[in-house]
């Protein structure tokens, strides 16, 4: 059965739900899903990959909906209808809003993804009109689906409790990722700097990265207000921060104010990030909030050894003492110690995951996310049975 599949989401930006949508949908099996992506709001980098692909992408650039609902809700009833969508896929609260009515519009299956804790807890500001109208179509969006995708078990409870949502209605799905060769795995391992070395050595300077969006929920700034207090116990380290945002240059100026501007650097925003994991001698995962984060997930592919904050997302990631290092979120002096100690402990270096299968896309995620989804006549296990709309059901396990 070949089925086609309308993703629909705000923007086609750099970041971590929108690259899970773009990788979903071209690794996709053309025998079994024909994609189509329309990012109601507005484009990003993303668009030119979706289309250099050939998966039928739109914009709202390209017919005069902008500004207007029922207009943008006309037209995602017309793509229903022109690619003949025999399934809906939201991703994030503001596609919950359009997927949901327009199921219900068009009696199609919909199907709603959820990325993060941070927008179910605390990014929707409930005491202003448009919180409380986002969290409405987050709520009615997600009680609509016919299934509901978290990407970690801490984003299926944080669901569950907000959304008052039934346990059987949420399925989790991991995030999947693109994993390097074991062969390039390997090299890069051997051209790290050796735990316990100088830090500054010219041959291999102690380098510690992070990857994301410059912003204050990807808590960056914690590396940069971390780089004097490293430098004193790893004299000559680097820290590199990839990405941009909105805040780089306030850690811009946060690094010369510290007298550091010249052991961070900024990259700026980059096509790929291999390069820059596979040249880093520990990752270091910040954040406030995560739902399940790539950048982490790819340095641990990397066989990295890495550091991230203990919130939820992250806990889901990191065995703290098995396949990484866990720290207290805004503790500065932890932070450091963490890295030093995976710098000056050999056998602490060594804290990490096992090396990911060869090549393609992680098997955690991507390749069984569509099993899982998809309408399945001959699933044993349904949410409520057959749908009203279509007599199809979704598959469980």
Not at 16 to 24: H, P, R
Not at 301 to 322: I, K, Y
Request: positive net charge; charged residues 25%.
């Amino acid at each position: 059965m070949t089925i086609n599949v309308l993703h629909i989401l705000h923007n086609l930006e750099v970041a971590g739900a929108q690259t899970v949508v773009k990788d979903l949908v071209l690794h996709a099996d053309p025998r079994r899903v024909r994609p189509v992506v329309c990012a109601w709001k507005r484009g990003g980098p993303l668009l030119s990959d979706l289309r250099q692909a050939g998966v039928p992408t739109y914009l709202p650039d390209s017919v005069p909906v902008t500004g207007n609902p029922w207009k943008i809700l006309r037209f995602l009833e017309s793509l229903v209808g022109r690619h003949g969508v025999g399934l809906i896929h939201g991703h994030m609260s503001d596609g919950a809003f359009w997927g949901g009515l327009l199921s219900r519009r068009a009696g199609v299956p919909f199907v709603l993804s959820h990325y993060s804790n941070h927008l179910l807890s605390t990014k929707i500001d409930r005491r202003s009109m448009r919180g409380r109208l986002r969290a409405w179509m987050l709520k009615r969006g997600a009680h609509r689906a016919d299934l509901n995708v978290a990407c970690a078990p801490s984003v299926k409870q944080r669901l569950m409790e907000d959304l008052r949502l039934p346990e059987r209605s949420v399925q989790v799905i991991l995030n999947g990722i693109p994993v390097p060769s074991e062969v390039a795995v390997e090299v890069a391992r051997e051209k790290r700097a050796p735990a316990g070395a100088d830090a500054g050595s010219q041959s291999s300077p102690f380098t510690v990265v992070t990857l994301g969006r410059h912003d204050d929920i990807k808590g960056q700034d914690q590396l940069v207000r971390a780089a004097p207090l490293l430098r004193k116990r790893c004299p000559g380290a680097r820290i590199v921060l990839v990405g941009e945002g909105p805040r780089t240059e306030a850690w811009r100026a946060l690094a010369r104010e510290l007298g550091v501007e010249g052991a961070v650097s900024f990259t700026g925003q980059v096509e790929k990030a291999a390069p820059f994991l596979a040249a880093a001698d520990v990752y270091v995962a910040p954040s406030h909030f995560e739902g399940i984060s790539l950048a982490l997930l790819e340095a641990m592919a990397w066989c990295l050894p890495v550091v991230a904050s203990d919130v939820p997302g992250n806990r889901d990631t990191v065995v703290d003492g098995v396949t990484g290092v866990l720290y207290p979120l805004n503790d500065v002096g932890k932070l450091v110690e963490a890295i030093s100690g995976l710098h000056e402990d050999p056998p602490r270096a060594r804290v990490r995951g096992p090396l990911p299968p060869p090549g393609g896309i992680a098997r955690r995620g991507l390749r069984a996310a569509l099993h899982k989804i998809l309408p399945d006549r001959q699933a044993r296990r349904r949410i409520g049975g057959p749908c009203a709309r279509g007599g199809k059901s979704f598959r469980l396990s």
